[in-house]
T-cell receptor, first 114, second 116 residues
Framework: EPEVTQTPSHQVTQMGQEVILRCVPI?????FYWYRQILGQKVEFLVS????????KSEIFDDQFSVERPDGSNFTLKIRSTKLEDSAMYFC????????????FGNGTRLTVT | KNQVEQSPQSLIILEGKNCTLQ??????????LRWYKQDTGRGPVSLTI?????NTKSNGRYTATLDADTKQSSLHITASQLSDSASYIC???????????????FGKGTSLLVTP
């Protein structure tokens, strides 16, 4: 069964550094998302992306964050200047077209900011 | 503010037993409610999706119910197995005019441990 893949599985970076988290959504999906989950807390929405542009973003997704779909397969989340509080598990997700269709999540990238 | 509250926070049951997890929400207007299973260190996996017009949905040993009037849902697990040990997350979608927005409201999850 096709799946969403994320790399790397674990990223350690120093505060102030830029990081890029990478995702390959399921190939025929049209809607792409990033979520994060701070350890012990609930999953939080960051941003949704459709038709090569951001369709919605949360208040967490400030100017330090950006997303890109540089080619037909990759979907990236960039954090320009990481903060300690950015340490979390970041999940990429995708879905087909129907609003009631399931979201398919990747297994996440654990970001640790030191 | 849209809220999704789950109970219990954690649960331990013996293998083979049944259990029921609860979800109360205040999301309005409401589009659909989903239950996800999240194994430790993995991404959530969809178990069921119910629209506001559906009362029950089954997926193998998992049965979800929905009462849109009282804004309550439950997930019943039958004949539990050791592999059912995971976090079970209730996720509620608000009704949007745009199809692309997907600011799902996640609950904190119920951590289920099935013991031999």
């Amino acid at each position: 069964e096709p799946e969403v893949t994320q790399t790397p599985s674990h990223q350690v970076t120093q505060m102030g550094q830029e990081v890029i988290l990478r995702c390959v959504p399921i190939s025929n999906h049209l809607y792409f998302y990033w979520y994060r989950q701070i350890l012990g807390q609930k999953v939080e929405f960051l941003v949704s992306f459709y038709n090569n542009e951001i369709s919605e973003k949360s208040e967490i997704f400030d100017d330090q964050f950006s997303v890109e779909r540089p080619d037909g397969s990759n979907f990236t989340l960039k954090i320009r200047s990481t903060k300690l509080e950015d340490s979390a598990m970041y999940f990429c997700a995708s879905r087909l077209t129907d609003y009631n269709s399931p979201l398919h999540f990747g297994n996440g990238t654990r970001l640790t900011v030191t | 503010k849209n809220q999704v509250e789950q109970s219990p926070q954690s649960l331990i049951i013996l293998e083979g037993k049944n259990c029921t997890l609860q979800c109360n929400y205040t999301v309005s207007p409401f589009s659909n409610l989903r239950w996800y299973k999240q194994d430790t260190g993995r991404g959530p996996v969809s178990l069921t999706i119910m629209t506001f017009s559906e009362n029950t949905k089954s997926n193998g040993r998992y049965t979800a119910t929905l009462d849109a009037d009282t804004k309550q849902s439950s997930l019943h697990i039958t004949a539990s197995q050791l592999s059912d040990s995971a976090s079970y997350i209730c996720v509620v979608s608000p009704r949007w005019t745009s199809n692309s927005g997907y600011a799902l409201n996640f609950g904190k999850g119920t951590s289920l441990l099935v013991t031999p």
